[in-house]
């Protein structure tokens, strides 16, 4: 039997490098960014960061740059994280983050 789909918001496909930063802490960790929407996203990564932790991601979209506040839900060593987003950490972030999914969006109907 298949599972429910218990997300909220339809998630996207995309193919970017994102910077996932511990909330109080100086290390940064890079990673691909391999769907988002606008309750989360998942983030390919060797090493991701436990469950649990809170955390900035930076990402950049259409030469504009952002953070949102998160904190990770998944943990899989070896292919990446789930982060769920909590808020945007600047005021442009969300504003990036709707743009982003937007153009995610239109390229998918396109594609239809």
């Known amino acids: 039997m298949p599972l429910a789909e218990r997300r909220k ?3 996207y496909p995309c193919d970017l490098t ?5 909330t109080g802490e100086p290390d940064i ?7 988002i929407c606008l309750g989360g996203c998942y983030i390919t990564m060797l090493t ?3 469950t649990g932790v809170s955390v900035l991601v930076h990402f950049r979209a259409s030469e504009q740059e952002a953070a949102l ?23 442009e972030g969300s504003e990036l983050l709707r ?14």
Do not use: H, W
């Open 18 to 22: 994102v910077d996932v930063q511990p």
């Open 69 to 91: 506040t998160g904190k990770t839900v998944t943990s899989l060593p070896g292919s990446g994280m789930g982060i769920e987003f909590t808020a945007a950490a600047d005021g």
């Open 48 to 50: 991701p960061l436990p």
């Open 9 to 11: 918001n339809p998630r």
């Open 99 to 112: 743009a982003l999914i937007e153009f995610l969006d239109s390229a998918v109907a396109r594609e239809a």
């Open 29 to 35: 960790y890079r990673g691909q960014l391999a769907d």
